[in-house]
């Protein structure tokens, strides 16, 4: 088969405990797994000041385009931790989906139908590519060792710590954590070994993936077909990928052989009966695959805290697999900053579990329902899907039944615990625990973007009409936040330019698109968490509330 990527092979080396049997070196977290996930939480603790040490058992990035889809939210946390621009460079952008039963447009969506965001609704690329770029930001940070071809074969939990056994090329070896991040996948062996189990429901259906090299003059856009003429009863979709390549899933049914459905002289009937026979084509990578809904009961067990496809998953339905995995590490990282540097209770991580896991049964039954309606297990189930998508050719009111993948979208924690709870009125979608909406803004003279100026810390977001009506007692609030035990940054936003107060900086809301997002006047605050979801939000300015909300985000209250 072709191949239009050249796949690294990452430099491994003797380890030196192997040198040392006797001695057991401790690590303040070791991060399992070299996926999006691992890599993504293994950068952003580096770039926080911790010191990490990433193993995997492999020496190079995924085979074939894998996880296919970043959604807007996922591009954001790639920005904070330094890779967000060579993902949106290299991949294909994408806002609209349209989906057909038959030759007929039933349905059609669009992620993205308001102007001024940074970033787009989606970004297809390749999943090797991601992995390429978060090992090359990895390889950056001094504080941050990544071993190649190390695999973890044991885990033991301790009091204060965890027992890792690394079987390397050269031999094996014993290391020591305070934590361990467990990123190691959908079938986990850690999460075997320590005999935890996960729930939830395997499909029983086949889809076929085919990664096709080709020049072809579709749209940038998302195409789902129930039922087309080339694959009678069945659905199909099309996505384009970096390359020239074109990702087609063709669904194949239960009783499909996965091995006799991979080989060529199979596959390329499939695809000339949909492209037509004048369209030439190359076949670069090839798999089946079936798919689950399941998650771990709880993300945290003591010390060792799992994430990505390790803690849940998924069907690939709506793009909710890598995407939600790198939402974990986003939630996960602050707070376990916070509790190693005993700023914070280890409670705090215990909300990283409830947080993600209300997060994962939120994505489980969107993807649930995606399924059952792509896949009906019953004549009564077809045959109302089928009568949906006959009468969402000609009435709008079905086309909102029509379910060809619900796409990802970041969780809205309502429910946390960390959450202050309004005591101001006020409208929109941006409440206590609610992701921050991006704005275009200006930053000393420059065009510039919100959320880039948030993240990593607390952020005490004010809005000002002008930095001339910052009070005396204001400046004080602001100092003394930023001095604190746990420091919050303040950002003024403000109508015009001008100089921001000491422990401040300053963004001009130019267009007064910030603020009609976040339905903020001049006093209007907000204070973010370091992963930009707000914590609590006030009509005016009072440091003992944002000390209060503080106290509670982080579980010192």
């Known amino acids: 088969m072709l191949s239009t990527y050249t796949y690294p092979r990452y430099a491994h080396h003797r380890p030196a405990e192997i040198e040392r049997p006797g001695e057991v070196p401790r690590h303040p977290v070791i991060v399992v797994g070299a996926g999006p996930v691992g890599l993504a939480a293994a950068i952003d603790l580096a770039m926080q000041g911790t010191r ?6 492999d020496d190079t990035v995924s085979v074939g385009s894998r996880g296919l889809c970043y959604a807007k939210r996922a591009l954001e946390i790639l920005d904070r931790i330094g890779c967000g621009d060579p993902v949106v460079d290299k991949g294909v952008t994408w806002n609209v989906g349209r989906t057909f039963y038959g030759n007929d447009e039933v349905f059609r969506f669009n992620l993205l139908p308001e102007a001024d965001h940074h970033r787009p609704g989606m970004v297809n690329l390749q999943q090797y590519y991601l992995e390429e770029y978060l090992v090359k930001r990895a390889s950056e940070l001094p504080n941050l060792e990544l071993r190649w071809k190390n695999k973890v074969v044991g885990v033991t939990p301790a009091g204060d710590g965890v027992r890792i056994e690394v079987e390397a090329t050269e031999g094996r070896y014993s290391l020591d954590a305070d934590w361990v991040i467990v990123a190691d996948g959908a079938r986990s062996p850690i999460r075997r070994q320590l005999g935890l189990d996960i729930e939830g429901k395997v499909f029983q259906d086949r889809f076929l993936i085919a990664d096709v090299v080709m020049k072809a003059d579709f749209p940038a856009e998302r195409w789902f077909w129930f039922d087309p003429p080339f694959h009678p009863g069945q659905s199909v979709l099309l996505h384009r990928e970096a390359d020239n390549v074109w990702r087609i899933d063709f669904q194949l049914g239960w009783d499909a052989d996965p091995e006799a459905e991979k080989q060529p002289e199979r596959v390329i009937p499939r695809i000339r009966a949909m492209l037509g026979p004048e369209r030439e084509f190359e076949l670069e990578w090839v798999s089946v695959y079936t798919f689950q809904c399941r ?13 990505g496809d390790a803690a849940h998953q998924v069907s690939p339905f709506g793009a909710r697999g890598a995407n939600s995995g790198l939402q974990d590490t986003d939630n996960l990282v602050w707070k376990l900053k916070l509790v190693m540097d005993g700023k914070a209770p280890d409670t705090l991580l215990d909300s990283y579990s409830d947080e993600r ?6 994505n489980l039954l969107n993807s649930t329902r995606s399924t059952d309606f792509i896949t009906p297990k019953s004549q009564v189930s077809r045959d109302f899907r089928n009568a949906v998508l006959t009468l969402a050719r000609e009435h709008a009111f079905a086309r909102s039944l ?3 993948g619900r796409l990802s979208v970041p969780a809205h924690l309502t429910g946390s615990a960390l959450n202050t709870p309004d005591a101001d009125p006020f409208q929109g979608t941006l409440h206590p625990g609610a992701p921050l909406a991006d704005a275009p803004v200006r930053h ?4 510039a973007w919100l959320l880039a100026h948030t993240g990593h810390r607390f952020t005490l977001m004010l809005f000002v009409a002008g930095p001339a009506d910052i009070d005396a007692a204001t400046r004080e609030t602001i100092r003394s936040l930023a001095d604190a035990a746990i ?15 000491a422990g401040a900086s300053l963004v001009v809301d130019h267009q007064g698109v910030a603020a009609k997002r976040l339905d903020a006047r001049p006093g209007t605050a907000y ?3 370091p992963d930009q979801h707000v914590a609590a939000r006030w009509r005016r300015l009072d440091a003992a509330a944002v000390r209060a909300a503080l106290a509670r985000a982080t579980c010192n209250a």
């Open 357 to 362: 896991v209300f997060a994962a049964d939120e």
């Open 487 to 501: 420091p919050v940054r303040s950002l003024i936003v403000s109508q015009v330019d001008g100089d921001a107060p």
């Open 402 to 404: 029509v379910n060809s």
């Open 295 to 307: 998650r771990m009961q709880r993300f945290r067990h003591g010390r060792v805290l799992f994430v």
């Open 527 to 529: 204070l973010l968490r």
């Open 444 to 447: 000393q003279g420059q065009d």
């Open 52 to 57: 990490v040490l990433l193993l995997d058992d």
